[in-house]
């Protein structure tokens, strides 16, 4: 079947569907949400990687120590 010129619906991609607040134009705080959130998520990972980093060379002293006491 071939395509009229005239009726363009559904050329060029998927429109987006909205949320029930994007509607309502909360779009904007949602983003900042998303931000704040992204943010916090940041800051959590870099707290751990620095508690693993100082684990690390704690861990590698226990097990330096196990091994020069077998020996």
Same mark, same amino acid.
Do not use: I
């Given at each position: 079947?071939?395509?009229? =010129?005239?009726n363009l619906?559904?050329? &060029?991609?998927?429109r987006k569907k909205l949320s =029930?607040?994007?509607?309502q134009g909360a &779009?904007?705080?949602r983003t900042a949400d998303r931000?704040?959130?992204e943010d916090k998520k940041q800051e959590l990972v870099r707290k751990m990687r620095e508690r693993a980093e100082a684990q690390a060379p704690a861990t590698a002293e226990?097990?330096?120590?196990a091994?020069?006491?077998?020996?």
């Open positions: 079947m071939a395509k009229s =010129r005239n619906l559904g050329v &060029g991609g998927q =029930r607040a994007d509607q &779009g904007a705080a931000k704040v959130a226990a097990d330096g120590n091994t020069a006491a077998r020996s």
